[in-house]
């Protein structure tokens, strides 16, 4: 395989790109399931299709979109959907994650009607749905890279007030910090990780990216940023784990990604009842 | 002795939630130095009181200044610690250690894009200390019992060096050994000057302890130093609540506010 990822452009992309998801997607995981929000990366997701398929639909009719990669369209949908989740957090106050069906639901009707108009499934959609190792494009690399920079670095600068924000809304008020802007820069860099991380895992394995390494972590780790450090090394596992085995077994890698994430966090749960059995 | 400038001012304060008023015509100063207890029954809107002076809500009518400002112009919330009612019931399976919770004590103080410095570092390990919970430093907060949280969460407070303390009900789920060290170290708090306002049910247990008190009951019916308040309580409780009220015992919770 690193033969044929020397020789072969398209490996080289979905390598690259995968190792750089395989980070970020779980860095923003651990603050999405410390806030109790996980289901906001599948509504998002649903909302990122409901785009793709709107563009796909619309290229047959212009030749503009036609050249447009369908997934510039996907994330301007997934920054609307969060948008619309925040509108509506504030119209429920008192049923916030009420937002999140609405939206994944619309996300999934929007989507459904593209897709008949656009004469249902072809290869193309069947290839975000579930990810793919050979749709990945040097403009997608680019792409994912730059959303990549983007996100490390405003994780970095604002920090201690996404934690503070995570661990105590209210206080995070009181203390007067810009909770609101922190907030909705944070759900823009959900809807765009989510969008970068399709092409890869595929739509509807995206969230599991974001949640199950985190999920992982959660049972060993001490302190948040050991949290955030094991959740990037198993993401990372997962996703190389993945891609390698996708390759010999020729699986669909999102999939496979998932499983081993899956297998990670089976062994994590096992590990720790032992670990603390043997205590007693 | 005390230096007379008010740390707090409300000037006939009117809120509600939905229609019926939650605060009617509450006005109270707050001076420098003072150890203001808040008594009244559940309901009463001791909370809604301390969320306004907060400014996590806004009142309906009239005016908050907090250190002789407008609240609304007011951007010092680092002179001001806060442990709310609710501490107990944050997320317990947050993966955070008792370091990193009183750590984000500083983040308004430290300002934007700011990280933590050796002298930061230093002040968060000596507050810890001072609450008594070194030994617990690098256990996840969710790993400790409801009276050492509480405590993490004091030492939160502390951590910017606030020149006004606010606690709800900060005792709650502390054990009468652990309440009884509580309010000495509260007390030593207000000896080094800095002013304390406590939302308490447990009138006994404060009132040599504090300087001043207040009994809210939607309106402000008693406010005084707290030998004024020994020799009302002397003429009946109920005469300071407005109505007949059970003030000790915490489950008369509906009739509070009908
Ligand atoms: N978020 C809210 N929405 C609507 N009504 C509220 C809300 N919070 C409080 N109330 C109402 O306002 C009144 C005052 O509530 P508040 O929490 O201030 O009382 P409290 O004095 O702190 O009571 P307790 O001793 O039980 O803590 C109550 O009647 C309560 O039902
Ligand atoms: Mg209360």
Redesign the interface.
């Known amino acids: 395989m690193i033969s044929g990822i020397l020789q072969y452009e398209f490996l080289q992309n979905a390598f690259l790109s995968g190792i750089i998801i395989g980070a970020i997607a779980p860095l923003l995981g651990v603050f999405i399931v410390v806030r109790r929000l996980s289901l906001i990366a599948d509504a998002l997701s649903h909302v990122t299709l409901a785009g793709i398929a709107a563009s796909l639909f619309l290229g047959k009719y212009s030749t503009f979109f036609l050249g447009l990669n369908p997934m510039y369209m996907g994330m301007a949908f997934s920054v609307g959907g969060a948008v619309l989740i925040e509108k509506l957090r504030t119209v429920y106050k008192h049923y916030q994650e009420l937002a999140i069906p609405i939206i994944l639901s619309g996300g999934i009707g929007l989507g459904v009607i593209f897709i008949s108009l656009a004469d249902g499934f072809n290869t193309d959609l069947f290839s975000y749905l579930f990810g793919s190792v050979s749709a990945v494009s040097r403009a997608d690399l680019w792409t994912i890279i730059i959303i990549s920079l983007f996100v490390v670095l405003t994780v970095v600068l604002i920090y201690k007030e996404l934690f503070l924000l995570s661990f105590d809304e209210e206080y995070a008020k009181a203390t007067g910090i810009a909770a609101k802007s922190i907030h909705f820069i944070f759900i823009v860099m959900v809807a765009l990780v989510i969008a970068a991380s399709m092409r890869i895992v595929g739509i509807l394995l995206v969230s599991s990216l974001m949640t199950l390494p985190v999920a992982a972590s959660i049972r060993i780790a001490r302190g948040f940023k050991q949290t955030i450090l094991f959740s990037v090394i198993f993401g990372e596992a997962s996703v190389l784990g993945g891609l390698f085995l996708s390759y010999y077994l020729d699986l669909a890698p999102g999939g496979t990604i998932v499983m081993i994430a899956v297998l990670i966090l089976i062994l994590t749960v096992l590990l720790k009842k032992l670990v603390s059995g043997r205590a007693v | 002795m005390k230096n007379n400038l008010p740390i707090i001012e409300l000037n006939h304060i009117y809120y509600r939630y939905d229609r019926e008023n939650v605060l009617e015509d509450v006005s109270l100063r707050i001076e420098k130095g003072a150890f203001l207890g808040i008594v009244g029954p559940n309901g009463s809107g001791k909370s809604t009181l301390l969320k306004l002076i907060?400014?996590?809500i806004k009142p309906q009518k009239g005016t908050i200044k907090l250190f002789g400002e407008e609240i609304k112009h007011f951007?010092d919330?680092?002179k001001?610690g806060?442990v709310?009612q609710?501490a107990n019931s944050?997320?317990s399976?947050?993966?955070?250690?008792v370091?990193?919770?009183v750590?984000?004590g500083?983040?308004?103080k430290?300002g934007?894009?700011r990280f933590l410095r050796k002298q930061d570092e230093d002040k968060i390990v000596k507050v810890i200390k001072s609450v008594g919970m070194q030994q617990f430093m690098?256990?996840?907060i969710g790993e400790l019992s409801g009276g050492q949280q509480q405590r993490v969460f004091i030492a939160?407070a502390l951590v910017s060096e606030p020149e006004l303390l606010i606690l709800d009900e900060p005792t709650v789920g502390v054990d009468a050994e652990n309440v009884q060290s509580f309010y000495e170290m509260l007390e030593d708090l207000n000896q080094t000057g800095i002013t304390l306002l406590l939302v308490t049910h447990d009138i006994g247990a404060i009132s040599d302890k504090v300087t001043n008190v207040a009994c809210l009951n939607k309106g402000l019916f008693f406010h005084g130093t707290s030998s004024e308040f020994e020799e009302q309580k002397i003429k009946g409780i109920s005469e300071i609540y407005g109505h007949d009220v059970h003030l000790l015992s915490h489950e008369h919770h509906e009739g509070a506010h009908t």
């Open positions: 907060l400014g996590l951007r919330q680092q001001i806060f709310s609710k944050f997320n399976g947050f993966p955070a250690t370091y990193e919770v750590a984000s500083l983040t308004k430290m934007l894009f690098n256990r996840n939160r």
